[in-house]
């Protein structure tokens, strides 16, 4: 009887807390950090990690009202009854201490593993040159979050009066992010704050925070932020009447460039030159499509026709038009441009990307008149540069003309392990990749085509998870390092990523969005020590990295613009297959655009593919048909595959110096590149295969993979889903 009622009340006994051997853990391994100089790298940062894990932990076990507020945003505040729920929320808990406890595990083991490499101690030193952030001129790769917890940011997001309450709730941030390796944030500025009379109130403050982020050696990118416009529309009422996404402002009203010069000389007089500023950027993900257009705006696209064509009769020539005066031209229809001819669609839209540039021009020049040194970039998502959306080439975005005006490629990419449909061309299969690798890839090696020697900033990095885009299961932590080393491998400089957490007032921020503020990465202990560590060793490898981003491109894709902005949405699509099958094929892939022809073509390009286009410029078709280019059309249309293609490719391209084969064809699902025999590899393929690798001749190689020491066999080796290698080669006799 005894030894039932013992066994009972074990079976129904409470499990006990883990938050005293987590923290005897920690406590011994901080003593252990203590004791010694020679520690690992990846110990300190999953340290430090770990004390934020456990605080996170404590904090959801003793707010269980708002882990059930929290925890239905998350799940799209679905049903369940409290039972389930409850059940829900412990399981979500216990993976955090599970995950937890495999940080400690990991910090643990790699003790003895140091090689005396050294994450920047101060990456407010980080400097911008020759295209990429360096620190005493090696070239580093900063790493940080987007912050949704602040006070401000709610304050900024609501329009109330900036205030300086920052330092009771970011200060202890920035303690954990600095020995986690973060070096970058991004400090939002909301412009209009500093419009009108009280309008130079802010500039103390705002200077001091970023005091702080020097106090901790970390470094800050302004974002200038053209939304909640209340002091621009009390200093010039309706100069908000007509708006684009995320600047609301009308940027052909008399009073803009006044009321804006005013502004960012109040911004950025009092921080030039400040050390923990690394760059400015312009805009947050700005589009300007017809529905921002004003009568200012009319007013000066009827002056831009009058230069086109001098009359009524020399417009309606060209469009197809009967228009008494070019005055009767009216604003474009907002919900697209109906029955247009090409000519028009065309002038429409050419137009509508000028006025969008020469505004941004006039900011960049502000910014520097006030900070000569100053880094410039603009928040532009991957889907607005090689978008295959239709409504994409009305968003007023020149991506060639305002990388004349920039020092890095700003962007916004969503390398997914789910597909974005925004961004997915209609030959892309959902089911064949480990992520969403294509579009955001294409733009960087699109941007790196029209302006080769700036890196990218990406300030938006959406790896994880977003709104509705999140993954049906949990995201493998392979995602994590897979994902980061494909973007610093196609020329990003550094990532600010989407995003640390949020975990209270959710309808303050955006009330149709609750569920895209709930369940961050602070919830994914194992995603973010993956993210970390692969964080560290891309800055281990910086030079090999940079080299292997620098390449020169041996393939090139004709990507042009007037077919794109005619509304050709084969085009695009075209060179979005185009994109899959070459980059798969261990070459470098460049873009030529329309700016490009006749003169300014990259120096003899190997190979050239042509996707589908109907309005080519005359000299593109005169080169592309001269017998001077080696080139292979491709069309996107129905049945279109990108395997047939790659595997056409493959038999037409020249060798690249180390090829990857499966069973002798090139090895599909496998994205790789090679510099100075050293080649990176990550397999992106749904389902592991075994590979070998040869030199331009088929003579096998054999590797070494720098990340684990992994031998990799010149008769073959296995790559699973998410592989991720920096591999020296050497030949086999």
């Known amino acids: 009887m005894l030894i039932a009622t013992l066994l009972a009340l074990m079976l129904h006994a409470p499990a006990p807390d883990p938050l005293p051997e987590i923290d005897q853990r920690l406590a011994g391994l901080q003593q252990a950090v203590d004791a010694r100089d020679d520690v690992a790298e990846e110990v300190r940062m999953r340290l430090a990690l770990a004390r934020s894990v456990r605080g996170w932990v404590e ?63 101060d990456w407010s030193r980080v400097e911008a040159s020759t295209g990429r952030f360096r620190i005493d001129g090696r070239p580093v790769f900063p790493i940080g979050f987007t912050w949704y917890n602040e006070p401000e940011i709610t304050e900024f997001h609501e329009a109330r009066p900036l205030t300086p309450v920052f330092r009771p709730t970011l200060e202890p941030v920035l303690d954990r992010f600095a020995p986690m390796g973060v070096g970058m944030h991004e400090v939002i500025v909301r412009v209009s704050g500093f419009v009108g009379p009280g309008g130079e109130e802010p500039a103390a403050w705002f200077r001091d925070r970023l005091d702080l982020y020097a106090e901790k050696g970390m470094a800050a990118t302004v974002l200038l932020h053209w939304t909640r416009t209340g002091e621009f529309e009390e200093a010039a009422p309706g100069i908000a009447d007509k ?15 006044p009321l804006a010069a005013q502004a960012i000389q109040r911004i950025v007089t009092p921080i030039a030159g400040h050390e923990a500023v690394a760059a400015y950027c312009l805009a947050n993900e700005p589009e300007f499509y017809f529905n921002s257009w004003s009568g200012h705006t009319l007013a000066k696209f009827h002056a831009h026709l009058w230069d086109l064509y001098g009359d009524a ?20 229809d907002p919900d697209g441009d109906g029955d247009w001819s090409v000519r028009r669609t065309h002038d429409t839209l050419t137009f509508n990307r000028q006025r969008v540039t020469d505004m941004f021009t006039f900011v960049a020049e502000q910014v520097r008149l006030h900070d000569p040194e100053a880094v410039i970039h603009i928040k532009i998502q991957d889907f607005s540069t090689t978008g295959v959306r239709h409504h994409v080439p009305r968003d007023g975005l020149d991506r060639t003309a305002l990388a004349e005006l920039t020092d890095l490629h700003g962007i916004d990419t969503r390398i997914l392990p789910v597909t974005d449909k925004r961004g997915a061309a209609p030959t892309w299969r959902d089911d064949r990749y480990t992520m969403l ?55 990003s400089t550094g990532n600010v990523v989407w995003y640390w957490q949020r975990r209270d007032q959710l309808d303050t921020f955006h009330a149709g969005l609750s569920h895209a503020f709930a369940g961050s990465l602070a919830t994914r202990p194992a995603l973010i020590d993956a993210m970390l560590a692969a964080n560290i060793d891309l800055n281990r490898h910086a ?45 470098k892939v460049g873009f030529i655009t329309d700016a490009m022809w006749p003169d300014d073509l990259p120096a003899g390009p190997a190979h050239v593919l042509l996707p589908t286009a109907r309005n080519l410029p005359v000299e593109a078709v005169e080169r592309l048909t001269d017998g001077s280019l080696n080139v292979t059309r491709v069309h996107g249309g129905a049945g279109a595959d990108a395997v047939e293609l790659h595997v056409a490719l493959a038999g037409s391209m020249p060798m690249p110096s180390v090829r990857l084969l499966d069973n002798e064809r090139p090895a599909f699902g496998t994205l790789y590149r090679t510099v100075d025999d050293t080649t990176f590899i990550t397999h992106v393929l749904a389902e592991s295969r075994r590979v070998k690798a040869v030199d331009a001749e088929g003579r096998p190689l054999e590797g070494i993979d720098r990340l684990t020491g992994r031998r990799l066999s010149p008769d073959g080796f296995d790559l699973r889903p998410n592989d991720t290698l920096l591999v020296d080669w050497t030949p086999v006799d």
């Open 59 to 121: 904090a959801e076990r003793g707010d269980r009202a708002n882990m059930r507020r929290l925890f239905l945003a998350f799940h799209g505040n679905q049903q369940w009854d409290d039972a389930t729920l409850e059940s829900a929320i412990d399981d979500h808990i216990d993976r955090e201490i599970a995950e937890l406890r495999g940080i400690l595990d990991a910090a643990e083991a790699a003790l003895d593993e140091d090689d005396g490499f050294r994450l920047p101690a």
């Open 243 to 257: 708006r684009g996404t995320f600047f609301w402002l009308d940027i052909d009203h008399p009073q803009f460039r």
């Open 313 to 332: 009769a020399g417009l309606n020539a060209q469009w197809g038009t009967a228009f008494d005066d070019i005055e009767d031209v009216p604003l474009p």
């Open 437 to 491: 690798w294509l579009p955001g890839l294409m733009a960087y090696d699109h941007v790196r085509s029209i302006a080769p020697g700036q890196g990218i900033f990406d300030t938006e990095w959406h790896a994880f998870s977003t709104a509705a885009l999140r993954p049906a299961g949990e995201t493998d932590p392979s995602h994590a390092r897979a994902a980061l080393w494909l973007c610093a491998t196609h020329g």
């Open 543 to 587: 030079e090999a990295v940079a080299a292997i981003a620098d390449a020169e491109p041996t393939v090139w894709i004709v990507l042009s613009d007037a077919s794109w902005l005619s509304g050709e949405g084969e085009h695009m699509a075209a060179a979005h297959l185009a994109y899959e099958a070459a980059a798969q094929l261990g070459h």
